[in-house]
């Protein structure tokens, strides 16, 4: 096993997860393996499964459970790593995620060296498994790689800068694949089927586009409900969306309407809000300007259904756009955004400022704690979606729309001052979504 050291920084980047999980259990552990990283990794159920029939069954996903199941150092062993996660598939569900902690093979003369002066125990790793050959190894079983945090780079004698450079070298491109380690998050790759839906629409000064928000919203395999959120509108909004809501039993039976008045400012509030009040369990936002189609939302959650991503994304930039609905500058800020948060993020992201977005509300409800841990600092409510979702190892897929017009109304967005608070949010993004995370405290 590695020093006790190396073992808490890599409960520190596997707690970034599990601590929002429900419960953590690890997988046949290795006979050198003392349980420590275990013991201090977060999360609120904690257990060892000797063999496949002690991991509990996770045959539905109707109670929302998120399941993590650690793997530490097996793989590194391993002599048939595609039957092993094969046969861990049949005991997970579309909700579990698992968590590989993988020792870096070209170190294996350092792990030699170690043994040989007492800063390990246990047998040195015997099979080569690098990031590449566990990618192609978790499609043949059946999963897909959402997350790889390398960790474990200045041992504890460095007089304690250890902790801050750990921190600081996964933002390091090319440096940061010379850790001793990587947390590799894997998702098992298994359809849905139809989940209700809670369709979110924010509207501020959009009076002439409620009625059309529902009348071109198309049928769901499933019960949706439609939540208007109105924030502090000056062209009688809030009136037209009354109106329609109480139209509702003639003319909208397909759906379960409801409307709230936000107290707070801005979209982000107006989702939180609506989120709230949401009781499906799908949750998606449509912008009530409607330049992205009501028409397309089938496309997030048929995505969602397939079981390609736990967390579904619009993305604006890949068909040409209707006339001026976007500008030129807003469309190179759009591009070096989605640029910058897939690096940050590790994630395949080709426009991150889409206001729709599809996910579970038991999901929202947990980035809603990871929010309360990482402070209340995103204005706009897109990167407080995007970062847990990554950090939470959802599966994130970009689903491309076409991007319209608006047809009534005037944009809210102010392209430089909203530009300096996106790039904030990026940094802030950089060196505590990407960076390394702090190791574990001790156990008591």
């Known amino acids: 096993m590695p020093h006790p050291y190396l073992t808490r920084v890599i409960a520190g980047q596997v707690s970034r997860i599990t601590r929002y999980y429900d419960a953590l259990v690890q997988f046949k552990p290795l006979a050198s393996d003392d349980g420590s990283l ?5 999360c609120g159920m904690k257990a060892a499964a000797a063999k496949l029939e002690d991991i509990p069954e996770q045959l539905t996903e109707a109670g929302g459970k998120r399941t993590a199941i650690l793997l530490n150092g097996n793989l590194n062993y391993d002599l048939d790593i595609e039957a092993t996660l094969g046969r ?17 093979p070209y170190f294996r003369g350092v792990f030699w060296l170690a043994s040989r002066i007492g800063l390990r125990t246990g047998p040195l790793p015997s099979t080569f498994v690098t990031r590449e050959s566990l990618a192609e190894l978790a499609a043949l079983s059946g999963y897909e790689i959402v997350q790889v945090k390398p960790v474990g780079y200045i041992p504890f004698w460095l ?5 801050l450079i750990n921190r600081m070298l996964p933002t390091v491109p090319v440096v940061r694949w010379f850790g001793a380690a990587a947390v590799v998050v894997l998702r098992p790759i298994a359809k849905s089927e139809p989940p209700s839906l809670s369709i979110v629409i924010p509207c ?11 009348t071109r919203l198309p049928s769901f395999p499933a019960p949706v409900e439609v939540i208007f959120v109105e924030g502090h509108s000056s062209d ?10 109480a139209a509702a039993g003639a003319r909208f039976k397909r759906f379960k ?17 609506g989120f709230s009040k949401a009781t499906h369990d799908l949750v998606t936002v449509l912008d009530a300007d409607l330049t992205m189609p009501p028409e397309m939302l089938p496309r997030f959650y048929n995505a969602y259904c397939a079981g390609l991503a736990d967390f579904v994304n619009g993305t604006r930039l890949v068909y040409p756009m209707e006339g001026e609905a976007m500008r030129f ?6 591009v070096f955004f989605a640029k910058a948060l897939s690096f940050v993020l590790d994630a395949r992201l080709t426009d991150s400022l889409c206001g729709t977005k599809l996910l579970r509300r038991d999901d929202y409800a947990r980035m809603v704690r990871w929010r309360q841990d990482f402070g209340d600092v995103d204005p706009f409510g897109d990167f407080e979606l995007l970062f847990p979702a990554a950090i939470l190892g959802l599966g994130i897929i970009d689903v491309p729309v076409h991007y319209r017009a608006r047809q009534y109304g005037a944009t809210n967005i102010h392209r430089f001052r909203h530009g300096l608070m996106l790039l904030r949010m990026t940094l802030i993004g950089l060196f505590r979504v990407k960076g390394g995370a702090r ?5 008591p």
């Open 38 to 42: 275990l013991l201090h990794s977060d």
């Open 88 to 104: 861990l598939k049949t005991r997970l569900n579309r909700l579990s995620r698992v968590v590989v902690v993988l020792y870096n």
């Open 159 to 163: 007089l304690g800068l250890g902790d």
């Open 204 to 214: 501020r000064n959009e009076r002439g586009n409620i009625e059309a928000a529902l």
């Open 236 to 245: 009688g909004t809030w009136e037209e969306v009354q109106r329609v809501v």
């Open 257 to 273: 309407l409801a409307a709230y008045q936000q107290t707070g400012n801005g979209k982000s509030d107006a989702v939180r809000l």
């Open 329 to 334: 500058l807003n469309r190179l800020g759009n």
């Open 439 to 443: 190791k574990a405290p001790k156990a």
